[in-house]
T-cell receptor, first 111, second 112 residues
Framework: AQSVTQLDSHVSVSEGTPVLLRCNYS??????LFWYVQHPNKGLQLLLK??????LVKGINGFEAEFKKSETSFHLTKPSAHMSDAAEYFC?????????FGGGTRLMVKP | DAGVIQSPRHEVTEMGQEVTLRCKPI?????LFWYRQTMMRGLELLIY????????DSGMPEDRFSAKMPNASFSTLKIQPSEPRDSAVYFC??????????FGPGTRLTVL
């Protein structure tokens, strides 16, 4: 069985400072892992995905994530937050065609 | 491609009424998924189809909910009769085999 845990339900950063959104997964095998972003009143948009190629994955809008098997982690980072990054972020695991969602992390960006 | 299309975008109805949500997946995708998102429960998978056939409906909350996929380009999620606790955002997503799921913009349902 899969599970995905997002360690922080809310993260607040100042504009221009680094962003770290934490995610741990558990799976009986190496899953595909994704980060999705959801802006208010919008659908989910894919930021990036890991599918067992490079462990450091670059996504859109300057985000990247590193797959660490030894830590069963897939944390999302960005060097410098922008006001437009304020949204909810979901870490997602995929086994077969079934997605398992983390609980979400709401990112707030202060001016 | 226009992406996954959902209609309506917003629906307000009264308790006891029938509600039908519609989804058009991305052309060529084999899989279609219906999700529900609420503050309390987050994102939940309700049901998914493969080649128009329902594969897993274990997430459907109760018999008031039903979903159909009469052809590869159209699916409906019906709630009859609707209740206030059904208020949520309902998302449709589609994918190729073992591929990335593409989400529609969602339908925000409010049952008064």
């Amino acid at each position: 069985a899969q599970s995905v845990t997002q360690l922080d339900s809310h993260v607040s950063v100042s504009e221009g400072t680094p962003v770290l959104l934490r995610c741990n997964y558990s799976s009986s095998y190496s899953p595909s892992l994704f980060w999705y972003v959801q802006h208010p009143n919008k659908g989910l948009q894919l930021l990036l995905k890991y599918t067992s190629a490079a462990t450091l994955v670059k996504g859109i809008n300057g985000f990247e994530a590193e797959f660490k098997k030894s830590e069963t982690s897939f944390h999302l980072t960005k060097p410098s937050a922008h006001m437009s990054d304020a949204a909810e972020y979901f870490c997602v695991s995929n086994a077969g065609n079934m997605l398992t969602f983390g609980g979400g992390t709401r990112l707030m960006v202060k001016p | 491609d226009a992406g996954v299309i959902q209609s309506p975008r917003h629906e307000v109805t009264e308790m006891g009424q029938e509600v039908t949500l519609r989804c058009k997946p991305i052309s060529g995708h084999d899989y279609l998924f219906w999700y529900r998102q609420t503050m309390m429960r987050g994102l939940e998978l309700l049901i998914y189809f493969n080649n128009n056939v329902p594969i897993d409906d274990s997430g459907m909350p109760e018999d008031r909910f039903s979903a159909k996929m009469p052809n590869a380009s159209f699916s409906t999620l019906k709630i009859q009769p609707s209740e206030p606790r059904d208020s949520a955002v309902y998302f449709c997503a589609s994918s190729l085999v073992r591929g990335q799921q593409f989400f529609g913009p969602g339908t925000r349902l409010t049952v008064l």
